[in-house]
């Protein structure tokens, strides 16, 4: 059994703890980094309610190469928790998740677009906002359910800037 989906109001500390980790993380994989690391999902969008996961994504030259960076991050504490990206990232800290791969993949323009049009657009963070509130009450234990039905909204918002969910 999975621990109860949480939205919670927006947190000053996200920023605070986004920049902690971007600091130490951009020292620990210096040599595979390319395009930094940027604080994406709802935590990254000022005033939004959030599930409480502080998600980064940091840009590498190559993701085969970046494998190697595995064994530094687990020997500081992340763990590894291979799972399909729409449901939990591949690395995880004390309220931080990390995805690595390479600028200008689907994954990278995916959550940097999205970010962006919701740090863009109050009303579109709003209405987020809203669906996010209303699918973990109606699914408090479904993560699955909870991703699925954010789903249209995401591919709606992505589609504006010509970029297409999931194309993995």
């Known amino acids: 059994m999975t621990a109860p989906i949480s939205v919670v109001p927006y947190d ?5 703890l986004f920049d902690a980790e971007r600091i130490a993380l951009e020292e620990m994989l210096e040599s595979w980094l390319d395009g930094g690391v940027h604080h994406i999902g709802s935590t990254a969008v000022p005033g939004l309610a959030a599930k409480p996961l ?17 064994e530094p991050l687990l020997d500081t504490g992340w763990e590894h928790t291979p799972q399909p990206p729409r449901h939990r990232p591949p690395l995880l800290e004390a309220g931080v998740g990390l995805h690595l791969t390479e600028p200008g993949s689907d994954l990278w323009v995916e959550r940097l677009t999205f970010r962006d049009a919701l740090r863009g ?27 699925a039905g954010k789903r249209d909204f995401v591919v709606g918002v992505l589609a504006p800037a010509g970029v297409e ?4």
């Open 121 to 147: 657009d109050p009303d579109l963070a709003a209405e987020y906002q809203a669906l996010k509130l209303a699918l973990a009450h109606r699914y408090p234990e479904d993560v699955s359910a909870y991703t």
């Open 12 to 16: 000053r500390e996200w920023p605070r």
């Open 54 to 70: 502080v998600d980064m994504i940091a840009g590498v030259r190559d993701f085969e190469d970046a494998q190697a960076a595995y």
């Open 165 to 168: 969910l999931g194309r993995r």
